[in-house]
């Protein structure tokens, strides 16, 4: 019985996730079909989305410090230019 998922059946989950087509019950049932057992693989799939949402959240937060800096350098590159 297997314990961990592969790369290949994490990033499956990933993206049917990303794409909004993610079902629990079909996941589930794909992965107790490759050896899994129920529980963990309901408790594997929880981690990887628990995971992959933390990172979207995480590359979100990054994007925009990084569009409000952008902002505030052009502002800034403006006022200097009325100024001078």
């Known amino acids: 019985m ?6 290949e059946q994490a990033e499956r989950i990933r993206i049917k996730y990303s794409l909004g087509i993610f079902q629990l019950d079909e996941e589930v049932k794909t992965l107790i079909d ?3 057992d129920e529980l963990i693989a309901k408790q594997l799939i929880t981690n990887c989305i628990s995971e992959h949402r933390k990172l979207l959240f995480e590359n979100r937060i990054e994007s925009e410090k990084k569009n409000e800096l952008h902002n505030i350098m ?3 590159i403006i006022f200097l230019s009325i100024i001078g």
């Open 2 to 7: 297997q314990n961990t998922l592969s790369e």
């Open 74 to 76: 052009i502002s800034a």
């Open 34 to 36: 490759e050896g899994f």
